[in-house]
């Protein structure tokens, strides 16, 4: 049976193909670019080099957006999760027929632009609006509003990560066995244990994808920091990468620097909370 | 929280079920359901699937709220306590081992959860007496469906409960397997004298497992007793059917003859002692129907010019032609056809010396000792009518 | 100096001009993914050589043949017919020469728009484009490093209607590569209801019931340019860095003492709408819209008495493109007076074209009246400035610099 051995190369080769051209390629273009400098006297001209300065600068020049963009995106999903599960749950278990009805508003507003869903954040959230002057007569308001505070940020970071939290979370539970749940509690588990040494261990890979599938997007995010943030004190990496790559002439090397030091970090962080998380024994 | 904590000689008694109902809507799963299951007996729940025997184990176990009615065990009414309240434990169908959980994790995992000191000896006890000792650090994944079995038994029986539920705790394995689990099962409910209550729709497993029978069909018992009592005299058609084959044949009551009842059976009279009838006390005129096992019953060969022997009480139908016939080895099968009556079978044991001398179209007669007859009510309507084909694995049904 | 409103009317043509100002929005992020993703060049192009632009080197003219253009301009930046489906001024002009327009509102934002073709159009690639619009730093820095076409100002018999304050621009003197598309002012925009009160001065704004209420366009040359007059600073002169930074500095701690809200894109106008800011350094013709929009006259725009910036956004021709003569064809057209007071009624930002007042008499006769429509060159003497040309150094530091005060 040596006949086929070129099969399996045969059907890997378009998958191959489409990474190499629409992740590596553009992964070393991007590398590449990072280590260019600008040409002397034109500014947003470069020459190949191997520039490290522009990693410098990343790092020494935007310490705070990248510790604001891991700290908002840790408390994002903190957030995403505390909302996320209790939803799942209860979408899993508790909703019946209701079930495939719930499953679709979680995911509905996936229908429309999520910018557009930020900017209507925006005007929910404004001075005038009723969120802000309920917050502000029960007294809740760290100042005088909510947008254009870190606030106004992680709680629109929470918003658009929610249903990548909520979707794994769902599918990780949903896998539960309910004869599971139903032996903890005839082996002497009450309700809430049984939770804690069943249902929770057992849902573990949806909340470890869920957390990872906010996380990432949420570090790397702009357009909430942009919308409901404030000039000097919210911005995240995104926004900087942004701004070098659009607006700074000549800060394209610095942004590519920016957007690989940013994937660096994320990379050390996520590897270091899947060791730390990982349930690779599970089945 | 508040847990029951008893030991296995302490505080025990009977699990006893009093007019147990559970109603889905307008669906009637367990209707009224009395039962007493004596401490430290084997007792199988018996039945096709949907006739209430798992609800009524879930009932026990707490796992579903019971419509109306009540569960004592001993002198404990446990009706409303919570499934971890209970002095009960469960192998589930299927097991239900936590995946998450090596086989000792899942061992220790009652006694963990009610705080018990020595949790990882009486695990490491109970892992020895299920033989899985060593394959304690193995996950549930990694084990045959025979060794998750084990555990499943074990991390039940840890606990020491009142009373173990099993539910089709066989039903997964293969033959074979099944056949030594059960052995095991027997070994260890001896050992451990511990109550067991064991739903099955394996008549064959109930049978040779249990001390005790009851055969539940539509949410009620149809009978109980010891398998061979229920063998050797069901009293509804049901359970003639669901326990073993039973042949039936259509009479009418023709009138007593002392201790017996004088039916007619086509052109034939046949004799049921009242004692083994359903109604004894039916009067002339009125249907009944009237059953015999396969092996109790004898060919005569018409083309030889055998006859069945007069007299005594010996009854006999026929002439019948022969359908079909099985060799089995121990046994023969002869598909019978009665006209007026139906299919009927007979197991004729290979004593004779001879080669088979029946074919396919030959002419019998079949007769039997009256005292094994039974009656049952006319109106009664047998298993096979109702039950599906899945129910019918290893209950081989009525055949008339 | 208010321009005066029919809201009936105009309520109903800016309808469709809401819609497509949250939906420039929306491209503005989005097309920031898209952009990066379509940077692809392997090497860097290398700049410039020295010397004029080498006309022997653009691509053979096929105007002649090709009756096609493809116009990529801003968001309701021509004028739209009431039913929002068609563009009355585009669709003459295709009648009267047979060239058929491709109109793409595909610009949001000069940076984001540069950055996505700027590769192509260094390494003379098609950019899909045969004409295009940017405002008059960014045309500066095209014109700069010879990105665009040169025009033959004799096939364009209408340019010469372009006023003439703007026809010695100091980033293309003699206008050799571009024309005013419009223009418009940098100044206060403020709510005289709920302030209770009219502004005047960039001072005015720093009053402390305003703190936390002031907004701002992230544009430098006019946020910074409205401080830097405010300083005394010529900024159409030979200011330097010490200028720049003291004003960027000005920026900064209001800022940093909250007093500016935040500094924006486009989207200043929704702080304003959803009462966020009550004033703020803004874009003149953004505010009459947001005035026509709302129905409410209470929206003001002022130069401040130290004066506001104009600026222009410029239409200019891509050294890509092979359709030249149909551009300038289209650019001539616009400069017909007529024309031109046609579209001026509709995006209500600085009309370019001499004679245009005259004819918008017949459409508009109150909008004619309007200097921040049709500023005589004694109005524009004396209340407005043009930010000067930056040469490619200042361009990039002054840029870096003012993406700090901004956060990035």
New interface residues.
Partial sequence: MKRRTWLPYVLLAPGLAWLAVFYLAPLVQLASVSLQSPFPGYPGYYYRNVDVGNYVTALGSFGAHFGRSVLYAALATVFAFALAYPLAYAVAFKAGRWRNLMLVAIMAPFLTSFILRTIAWRQILADDGFVARTLGVLHLLPGERITETWVAVVAGLTYTFLPFMALPIYAGLERVDPRLIEAGTDLYAGAFTTFRTVTLPLSMPGVLAGTLLTFIPAAGDYVNAELLGSDTGTKMVGNVIESQFFRVLGGYPVAAALSIVLMGLILVLVGAYVRRFGTKELV | ?R?NRRSATGGGGDLHLQALTKRFGSFTAVDALDLRVPQGSFFALLGPSGCGKSTTLRMV???ETPTAGRIRIGESDVTAS???DRP???V???Y?????LDVRGNVE??PR??KVADAAAQAQAALELVAMDHLAAA?P?QLSGGQAQRVALA??LV?RPEVLLLDEPLAALDLTLRRRMQGELKRIQHEVGITFVHVTHDQEEAMSLADTVAVMNAGRIEQMGSPTALYDLPRTAFVAGFLGRTNLADGTILGRDGDWVVVQVGAHRVWLDRARCAEPDAPARSAVRVGIRPEKLRLHRVALGEEPPRGGFTAALGPATVVDISFTGVSTEYALDLPGIGGWRVFEQNLDIEDEDLRPGDEVVVSWDSRHAFGLSGRDEPASSSATEEDLVGAPGVIR | MDVPLDPAVRALRRAAARSLATRREALGAGMGLAALAAVAACAPPPPPAGGGLDIRALPADVSARDRTLRFSNWTAYLDLSEDAKTYPTLAAFEKRTGIDVAYAEDIDDNDTYFTKIAPQLRSRQDVGADLFVFTDWMINRLIRERLVAPLELLRMPNATHLLDTMKDAPFDPGRHFSLAWQGGFGGIGYNRRKLGRDLRSIEDLWADDLRGKVVAVSEFRDTAGLVMLAQGVDITGSFGKTEVENAFGEVEKRIADGHIRRIRGNSYLQDLKSGNALAGLVWSGDLFSLRAETGDDSWQFVLPDSGGTLWTDNVAVPVTSPRRRNAEALMNYYYDPAVAAQVAAYVTYVCPVRGAQEAMEKIDPALAKSPFVFPTDDFLRRHARVFRALDADEDAEYGARWAKVVGN
């Fill in positions: 929280m847990r176990a707490g796992l919570r499934p971890f009960v434990n469960t589930f169908q299927s239900a081992l936590f995946p998450h995992f009652g959860r009610r996950r994944a991390r039940a606990n």
